[in-house]
Structures are given as C-alpha cells and as structure tokens.
C-alpha cells in the first residue's frame, strides 16, 4: 500500500509516517517511480508505535523495543536486554507516578466541585 492508504488506515499523517521511517521504525520499499509501498503488517506496526510514543517513550527506545513485540512483523519477538527492560520499567514508574498526580488533582477538582454546588 501507499503511504497515503496507510496514513488514512491509520489516522496518522503522512509527515509522521516519513519520520518513523527516516528513525528506522517503519520499513518500506520504493517502487521503481520512487513511491513508498508499505506491507499490510505495516497498519500494525504503526499502531504500535503511536501506543509507544503515546507511553512517553522516545523514538530510540521505540526502535528497541519493536522488535521485541509481538505482531509487528509477524515473526517471533526478539528478547529484551536487561537494560532495555531496566528503561521500560523506569517508564512505567514514570507512567505510574503521573497516573498518582492526575488521580490526585482529580480528587481536589471533586472537592471544589462539591463546595462549589453547596453539596
């Protein structure tokens, strides 16, 4: 598929899908007029990556961490390095520590809000 199909199939600008292949994220090959054509692997992949990039996770860690993920290519996940997984567990404890400053601002905005109707 062209990276236009691509870009439609997966809510993701064209630009994005340039830099994930420019950063060895996404692989495509060149049709002889010089066109991307991607493989339908390719939708899950993408998806993968914006979930990656969505944790907070930098391109470079994404390029480590793809391989390691099933469903991306189809073939067997590659094993993680300790380092690699000493970086994944530094991001989920920095996921974990925003989910406990959102879970606590909430809880002020349900006070304001309590005070606030005359409850």
């Known amino acids: 598929?062209?990276?236009?199909?691509?870009?439609?199939?997966?809510?993701?600008s064209e630009r994005s899908l340039r830099y994930y292949e420019e950063q060895g994220l996404l692989a495509a090959r060149r049709t002889g007029g010089g066109h991307r054509e991607f493989t339908e692997s390719a939708v899950d992949r993408v998806i993968h990556i914006q979930k990656l990039f969505a944790a907070g996770l930098s391109s470079r860690t994404i390029a480590d961490v793809l391989p390691c993920m099933r469903d991306c290519d189809g073939g067997p996940a590659a094993v993680a390095t300790p380092s690699l997984v000493e970086t994944l567990l530094g991001e989920r404890a920095r996921i974990d520590a925003r989910i406990a400053q959102l879970a606590s601002s909430r809880e002020v905005l349900d006070e304001v809000i309590e005070a606030a109707s005359g409850a």
């Open 1 to 12: 598929m062209r990276i236009g199909e691509l870009a439609r199939r997966t809510a993701v």
